[in-house]
């Protein structure tokens, strides 16, 4: 009989290492096989022809079950399996669990019935009524969609879209339509001075496969620029992935990506149907799709021929996932474009003080844009001293902010009121004994939300009916409402400026991406007054009416809580007061705050961006932190105190890290308990260029892990609760 090989086989399971299965011959590696797994079939991916080293019963290796998925073989690109092992290592990831993000088992398997997909006929007859309007817009943003997405996104129902089909207004398609090249690939700009001056800088970027910054204001051209490196690439036959904060992948974006790339563009998020996502998967894999507009999962996906990584909003704390696998999908595609030898595009109109920090010391370039494309100046900026200014009528606004929204309505134009508190106010204590209304698994206070009528918390979304009693002294007595969220704005404003349109632009309002378009075209149709946003509106949006932007209570960001506190605060600022002005001259932000004179303020107000980023390197530098040094932080958590206390106390005792490696803690994390586990922080400093998983791995690996404890790792952290 002849000797069967041996091969490896790396599972998508919280496991770092590959189990060996035999075959009757040598597969490749790469190979998707479905193999038998401790009573279950799974599929896992060959990675390596040799066994994998451990001590087991060769007697009890098992023979793969298949290499074929449906009538062919299918394997994952050898980049990407070095780019898992390299995101595996990078964050102390067991392998199985990375591999897990580049694949669902749903793709290999059989298909149910064959999903049909429409798509909007430019050639029917009929004449189209305003709700069928929504539906051939969604279809213009989405290309083909089948049909119950078509009524869960759009709302509509099935009697509409029936007879739409019927009318022939829609038509059936491929889920994916070839196009021909040129029509994408024309494109017809002409760009200004100065963006030229950018471009040529980007193409020597391309050209030399460097990571590039474009470092420019809002409205500038940002996304013009590299959609121009995309076509470019495009052109030469490779695939392109632009990378979005999940929030900004809303129908406006891909919308200008439709319009100008027609169907080659793939939408990867995780609005996604199963269906679409396993078609999608293929197509990137079999290269009929080349430029992907994706969240930071896109990253994992198999492309065949990857020629530029385009990564929007560089900054946006979003890319950096916080649970199950901690990454940060912004340096993990400036790693992937290096990898494979491609250039990586960042953009942002506040950059990170990391990226900030590569530029200066010349590992990044710059192409930098200084002037709107409309020529309108950015906002004026000043601040409100809510010290000394005078308050409306029982009330915390002050008088000059309602004015200027009166002002703002008479001139035919659009305010925003910035907050970035959801819920009405963010802390309730009882009426009677003084005790704060508290979430029963996590150490933080549960959040009145009036729209739902109901207390949440924002740490585990445990929710209690708003007619709670107090569980300190159980007296129904009125639960006090203290401190501002958006809602308690909503309801102010409604008090003072009755006559005045409102929209509460929040993700507990806009739950889904079709509210969020409705919203948007309200606002850019003019048809709203105030709008009321928390973060959600900070990012990408383009408002033509919108000229004013009122700040409530900028100081919560400028008490240092953590490193990253200004950082965050100062981008947060800049880029809300970016949302006013894109397109109508004199426009106005104010900033309510009790400090007007921080520097932080006062860099805003002058648009001292080099100066700010300059001071905030001086104090990561003297303070030993990121970027001029590595953190990594531990979490370790159990439901019992006890243990969890032990265990930490234990683990400080090793302290086995060479002399320049600093173990800080163990220390209560600031939120103690979050889903019914107390929490403990550990945080670990070496020098910039150390291996500092190393030295993590060794003195983790030095005690063993106890029952009931849980450990979770987070390189480069963003957060410190
Ligand atoms: P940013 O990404 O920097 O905010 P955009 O690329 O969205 O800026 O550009 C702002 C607006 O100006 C968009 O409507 C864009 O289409 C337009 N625009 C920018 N540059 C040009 C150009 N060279 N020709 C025509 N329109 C442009
Ligand atoms: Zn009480
Ligand atoms: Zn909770």
Redesign the pocket.
Known sequence: MKHPHLLSVLLPININYPFTYSCTEALEIGTIVKVSFRNRELYGVVWSQEEHVTNFDRKKIKPIITKKIGDDCISLPGDLLSFLNWVSTYYMVPLGLVLKASFKKQFFEKQGKKKIYYTFNPLHTSKITQKQETVIELLQVHGTLERNRIISISGLSNDIIRRMIRNGILKESESFVEVEEKIYLETN????PE?NYAMEKINASLKQQKVTLID??????????YLEAATKILRQGKQVLIMLPEITLTQEFLKIFRSRFKNQVGEWHSGLSEARRRQLWYDILNKKIRLVVGARSSLFLPFIDLGLIVVDEEHDSSYKQEEGMIYNARDMAILRAKQLKIACIL?S?TPSVETFENIVSNKYSRAA?NN???GTKLPTISCIDMRKAEKETDSFLPVELIEDLKKTKERNEQSLIFLNRRGYSPMSICGNCGVRVDCPHCDAWLVLHKNTLKYKCHYCGHAEESDIKCKNCHSSDKIIQTGLGIEKIDEELNRLLPDMSRIIFSSDYLPSSGSVSAALRQIKENKIDLIIGTQLISK?H?FPSLTYVGILDADFGLEVTDIRASERTYQILNQVSGRAG?VKQESKVKIMTHMPDHPLLQSLKNNQKQEFYNAELTIRNSSRMPPFARLVAIIVSSKNRKLLNEYSQKLALINNFPKDVELLGPIEAPISRMRQYYRYRFLIRGPKNCNIQLYIKRWLDSLKLAPQIRITIDVDPQNFL
Do not use: C, H, P
């Open positions: 700009i002409d760009f200004t963006q420019g204001i809002t409205g500038s051209g940002k996304t013009e620029l953009s109109a844009l709107r494309f409309y990408g383009n894109r």
